[in-house]
């Protein structure tokens, strides 16, 4: 049983002996909700209303349109990969486009795995919100709590998953410190370096965003010491498992796999070779299909691993300063950004060593648009066109117009 998963089952036993013994008038103050709300109703479900205009024939000939565009992009623009799509939790177009192998000629599939990279974030997020909502850390903790060794005062795991910490790269002092490139690095030696090296870190913590991978390797070191399981194990014990994600694995584990995995290239279409880098988990690392993300996309409409409430978090905003025509912001491993319809979208984009990648999810109509690509070539700069198709500005009202005026 999954290390959250027993202490959730444990703690439910306790509190159900507990009401059995406090009085109604206690189960109506404080004291009693307190205990209540930790009998969440896991399969509970946000839905959402289906206007009468989405009718079969409508999302049908929405599919159609969907695939002419990933057709186009194929043969016009060298697009390699795999998409879904979905509308009102109904999917609305999957295929897969091109090769996992070009070398081979091998086909991809819709259950070929692919390198997450970014993307990889908003598991390592829920990870802790996870650990949190358990009681078992807390945002504001200093980082300092978890990895005694780490140098830097002041940084909070609030401010990792923020990327407000002000901490370096590692992909670029790792490039100085490390000294066998042909050697795999791992979290555990990128601490080391850190502790030992002190890079230097850019700016006073929580002043300012910058994105930054590093913090996102620290989280999911945080998750191991938290919960004395190795980041691999415990992702998949607690989240791929019970979420039924078949396909989705930790780098790892690539080795092990029996499933198609797809391979990374470079623009050349040749294949990219591995790099010492690509050990290092929390940031990147995780590998999935557009099935699997589905799945996973569903889930959060659910209280299976986390409260609503928990949840809201990651997709509430921490920017403090915006830039001139910047309308995006930040969560908890996701992006936050409106779309032209005027929705708000959580996404995140992902990019590493031969693999591009994109996972979009709008709360508003339950939709999601998720690409894997194995070829990073350009053919996805078309990414904003594509949003203003599925998510087309309304015409302005008669009363706007006038306004503008």
Not at 10 to 19: D, F, H, M, R, T
Not at 337 to 348: C, F, R, S
């Amino acid at each position: 049983m999954a290390f959250l998963r027993v202490q959730f089952l444990l703690l439910k036993c306790i509190v159900v002996s507990v009401l059995c013994f406090i009085p109604l008038s206690c189960q109506e103050s404080g004291t009693g909700s307190l205990l209540g709300s930790l009998l969440i109703d896991r399969d509970s479900r946000q839905e959402v209303a289906i206007p009468a205009s989405f009718t079969p024939a409508s999302a049908e000939k929405l599919g159609h349109q969907v695939d002419s565009i990933f057709t186009y992009l194929h043969k016009r623009r060298g697009f390699n990969g795999t998409v879904l799509f979905t509308k009102y939790d109904q999917v609305i177009h999957k295929k897969a486009y091109g090769y996992a192998d070009f070398y081979r000629k091998d086909s991809l599939t819709t259950e070929t795995a692919f390198q997450l990279a970014s993307v990889s974030k908003q598991f390592t997020a829920m990870a802790i919100m996870m650990l949190k909502e358990e009681g078992e850390l807390n945002y504001d903790d200093s980082v300092q709590q978890y990895i005694p060794d780490f140098p830097y005062k002041g940084i909070t795991i609030r401010n990792l998953l923020t990327h407000r910490s002000g901490l370096p790269n590692y992909t670029y002092f790792s490039d100085e410190l490390w000294p066998d490139r042909k050697k795999a690095i791992t979290n555990d030696d990128v601490l080391n370096l850190m502790a030992v090296h002190h890079p230097r870190i850019f700016y006073k913590p929580d002043t300012r965003f910058d994105y930054s991978n590093t913090g996102y390797l620290l989280l999911a070191s945080v998750v191991e010491k938290v919960s004395g399981m190795p980041f691999a194990a415990f992702m998949h014990e607690n989240i791929f498992e019970p979420l039924e994600m078949t396909n989705t694995f930790m780098f790892h584990d690539l080795t092990e796999r029996t499933g198609k995995v797809a391979t990374g290239h470079n623009r050349n279409r040749n294949k990219r070779t591995s790099d010492y880098l690509d050990t290092v988990l929390g940031d990147k690392g995780m590998y999935s299909t557009v099935e699997d993300l589905y799945k996973w996309d569903q889930a959060l409409y659910t209280q299976k691993l986390v409260r609503w409430e928990t949840l809201e978090e990651a997709f509430t905003g921490t920017r403090t300063e915006k830039k001139k025509n910047d309308d995006e912001d930040y969560g908890f491993g996701w992006r936050i950004k409106p779309l032209e319809n005027g929705d708000t979208a959580v996404y995140h984009a992902g990019l590493w060593h031969g693999y591009t990648t994109y996972l979009l999810r709008n709360p508003k109509d339950h939709s999601a648009l998720i690409i894997l690509s194995n070829l990073p070539n350009g053919s996805l700069q078309y990414l904003k066109e594509i949003r203003s198709f599925l998510y087309p500005a309304q015409p302005l009202t008669v009363a706007a117009k006038m306004k503008q005026g």
